[in-house]
């Protein structure tokens, strides 16, 4: 893969044809087996697989798990053989004893504040990136990745970081299944929180269909 100086992020979800993010508060309700392989692919040919904390404490986040076959595929590509999970907090409030520092075979990131205590999660082996006072600035922590050379960013979400990501305008692809699925009220949507002061047009790159699962690929329109 061609060398890349700048971030580029690719962000991934799965969403009720309702709009829903989650059922019981998780998104494997609304996933599929062709969902996965996308959701594989994305971590495939990743740098860095970015998540918010909300999201890694749902979801008990651990190290990206890749086959012997997909590391060596990845160091043909020009890639580590595994990419660290760096999950974003404001608060730094992840349990050092937890998965996403015992259960993984490269040390996570986490990219939080200023204001947050970090030494345990240094004392956990974690390499901890500060990008802001009291909000993470996310074009600073992009440009921190990329310092490393963590430039392909895929983004496993969930709402807060993405609400966020779209409102500094770093969204450069969607990778977005639709569940066939009517979840019903009460679930939030897939970008919730921060407002965005304008839409962002986007192109459709890719339509797949599995199963009545629909596999949306959604590209930034350059100058749009
Ligand atoms: N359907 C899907 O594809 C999908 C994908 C992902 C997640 N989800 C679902 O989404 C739910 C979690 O939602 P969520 O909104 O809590 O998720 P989230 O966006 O992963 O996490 C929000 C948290 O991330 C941190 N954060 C986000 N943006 C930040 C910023 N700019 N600066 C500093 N910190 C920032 C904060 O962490 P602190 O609280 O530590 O300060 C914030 O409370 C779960 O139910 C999960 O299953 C679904």
Not at 34 to 43: P, Y
Not at 184 to 210: C, H, N, Q, Y
Request: proline letters at 7%.
């Amino acid at each position: 893969m061609t060398a890349m100086s700048r971030p580029w992020v690719q962000v991934n979800f799965v969403s009720s044809a309702d709009g829903a993010v989650a059922v019981d508060q998780l998104s494997e309700g609304l996933s599929h087996p062709a969902d996965k392989r996308i959701f594989l692919m994305g971590r495939l040919l990743a740098d860095v697989i970015l998540v918010g904390a909300g999201t890694a404490r749902a979801e008990g986040y651990r190290g990206a798990r890749i086959t012997p076959a997909r590391a060596a595929r990845r160091v043909s590509l020009g890639l580590s053989e595994v990419p660290p999970i760096a999950v974003v907090t404001r608060s730094g409030e992840l349990d050092p004893a937890g998965p996403l520092f015992t259960d993984t075979k490269v040390p996570p990131i986490v990219i939080t504040t200023e204001k947050a205590p970090r030494t345990a999660l240094e004392r956990a082996g974690a390499e901890v990136l500060v990008a802001g006072t009291d909000d993470v600035d996310l074009h600073r922590a992009l440009a921190l990745l990329a310092e490393r050379g963590l430039c392909r960013v895929d983004c496993e979400g969930g709402p807060a970081l993405f609400a966020d990501l779209i409102a500094a305008d770093l969204v450069d692809q969607l990778c977005l299944t639709v569940a066939p699925l009517l979840a019903g009220a009460g679930e939030r949507r897939i970008a919730d929180g921060r407002p965005t002061p304008e839409p962002r047009r986007m192109d459709l790159a890719s339509v797949l269909f599995e199963d009545g699962f629909t596999m949306l690929r959604y590209r930034r329109r350059e100058g749009g």
